[in-house]
């Protein structure tokens, strides 16, 4: 891979599709998520109620991926963390612009918040980012979920449409929601608790000017789920419910 150079960009929204290009040009198995991911396909989070600043980018990587990525982040000018890098590498890695302007937190094949995304075969599409069904379920996973997620999840389902097709990279793939909570209870109970607080942000603060109705898009998604055949291990933990804690408190990693 040719050296670059420090070719940093100022704005940390035109440096997020610098890079988001070059990583999809190069045909690296890496792509954006977090909220500057939501920006780059949502044009709703740009301006209005849900608008808000970024200090940082977030990847996620193929671990097979993961030599490429440091050779190639490191020629785009980022400082990894070597300490850091060094012993939380198998999962997790940590970057720098020189100036420390903002940072760069790298997964590895996963997601783990309050629940795990296993995004293994989905970070090689034609976006920047990572499909919407999974940037949408990286939003909702979050038990204790926030105003700052909750808006990039009503602005993501604003923009864009839910289809019965999971190759169409500009609408929310149903089929994928259906194979990721019909597996595990836990992720698929606070899934449905935080479409809940979805509506309810969006009947309070609703988007006039949006291509979709939120409201209907949830609706959609909530009859997948109800309609999405269930695992053995999604109906044993139900029977459980809520006597047990189904989710995990992510705890903040030190760099």
Known sequence: MPDSGN???????????????????????????????????CPSVRTGP??????????????????????????????GDQFFNGLHGDTRLYYQAPDARWSIDVVID???MSHKLDLRGRLDGPTPTLPLADLLLSKLQVWEINRKDLGDALCLLADHGV??????????????????????????????????????????????????????????????IEAAPKTMAWRMRARVGERVRWYELPEEVGH
């Open 163 to 224: 289809s019965e097709d999971d190759s169409d990279p500009e609408t929310v793939s149903l089929p994928r929601l259906r194979k990721v909570l019909g597996g595990d209870w836990g992720f698929c109970h606070t899934t449905e608790g935080n479409l809940g607080r979805l509506g309810e942000l969006w009947a309070e603060e609703p988007l006039p000017a949006a291509p979709f109705d939120v409201a209907a898009q949830i609706a959609s998604i909530r009859g997948a």
């Open 50 to 79: 849900f608008a808000r600043p970024y200090a940082d980018m977030d990847f996620a990587i193929a671990k097979g991926a993961s030599s490429v990525f440091k050779a190639f982040i490191t020629s785009e000018g980022y400082v």
């Open 7 to 41: 070719r940093i960009l100022p704005d940390i929204h035109d440096e997020a599709t610098r890079l988001t290009t070059a990583a999809v040009e190069s045909g690296l198995h890496a792509r954006l998520l977090g909220g500057l991911a939501v920006w780059l396909r």
């Open 110 to 112: 996963e997601l783990v």
